[in-house]
């Protein structure tokens, strides 16, 4: 028994039966107007949930926010960045 076209199937649950490749993952996705950027198991997460909760708009994806090691308050700040005296290509230019 072969795998079955999308459109034959009915479930979130029978659609993960099956192995997709990450292509025909792409194309799903664009048929059923979703988002189509992620890696496989987003798309595949993203297609089962729209066949198992019909018109229910996509979760909305938790992202931490990015923590920054630098801190500003006790960083020394320059008013001015200062420019090398020498260049990468003063050894080429004292070639030619």
Known sequence: MGRPDFENIDSGTAFNRWYWLREELVAICKRMDLPTGGRKFELRDRITFTLE?????LPEKERPAQQSKFDWARSKRAL?????????????LEIL
């Open 53 to 57: 909760h019909p018109g229910e708009p």
């Open 80 to 92: 001015q960045t200062k420019r090398p005296t020498t260049s990468v290509l003063d050894p080429i």
